[in-house]
């Protein structure tokens, strides 16, 4: 297991880079491989035996009470900072790549919206707080290494649509935000409240997202 605690992420990391910058396949695609990369291949291949972090009655509910908190103060972060950034977003460029390149419409952001705000964002959590961090749980590098690939797996999402200056704050924002997931998740032992922080980040993009389509 320990060659993998490594090797592993940086492969999976660089495949989903290399999709979604040099490919260019259509969301569907991204979504197919992303599960097989996160989810098919280490349940699979990994040899993961339990997954203590998905004992729900483990997770205290004083962690659940401040995922909420937690996470409504960051969506709310999230809106703040793209009404301030707004003068540097193209948003009618953004929505043209959503919809010629990933395939994205207004038409089908509603299912899409659904599955980020569910799917996608338990999908990540399993495998950044949850398979990394018991890959990692005897290593110098456990809060290092998930919040590194968390946040490098997300310039693939963010390459096209911003200038470096914005892109660099966000991935330094996701490397931080990691690490503030894996502090929530630490007293539990499981992924839940760093869903739940995840549920509400995605929410406040997702209206975002909204407010580009239908606005």
């Given at each position: 297991m320990k060659n993998w605690t490594i090797l592993y992420p940086l492969i999976s990391v660089t495949l989903l880079l290399w999709i979604e910058q040099v490919l260019e396949v259509a969301y569907l695609w991204k979504t197919a491989?992303?599960?097989?990369?996160?989810?098919?291949?280490p349940l699979l291949f990994?040899?993961?035996?339990k997954f203590d972090f998905l004992h729900l009655k483990k997770t205290q509910k004083k962690s659940i009470f401040i995922a909420v908190v937690v996470g409504f103060a960051v969506?709310?972060?999230?809106?703040?900072?793209?009404i301030s950034l707004r003068s540097l977003i193209d948003l009618p460029s953004l929505q043209?790549?959503?919809?010629?390149?990933?395939?994205v419409t207004a038409l089908v952001f509603p299912m899409v919206a659904i599955y980020i705000l569910i799917g996608n964002s338990f999908l990540e959590e399993f495998y950044f707080r949850g398979l990394l961090v018991d890959f990692l749980k005897d290593s110098k590098l456990k809060w290092f290494l998930p919040s590194f690939f968390f946040a490098i797996y997300h310039i693939a999402i963010f390459l096209p649509?911003?200038?470096?200056p914005i892109l660099s704050v966000a991935v330094v924002g996701l490397f931080v935000g990691g690490l503030l997931f894996q502090?929530?998740?630490?007293a539990s032992g499981t992924i839940y409240p760093?869903?739940?922080?995840?549920?509400?980040?995605d929410l406040g993009v997702l209206l975002i997202g909204g407010y580009m389509f239908y606005g």
């Open positions: 491989a992303k599960v097989f990369l996160f989810l098919a291949i990994l040899k993961v035996e969506m709310i972060t999230i809106l703040v900072a793209f043209m790549d959503l919809e010629s390149r990933v395939g649509w911003f200038e470096w502090w929530i998740n630490e760093s869903w739940i922080i995840h549920l509400f980040a």
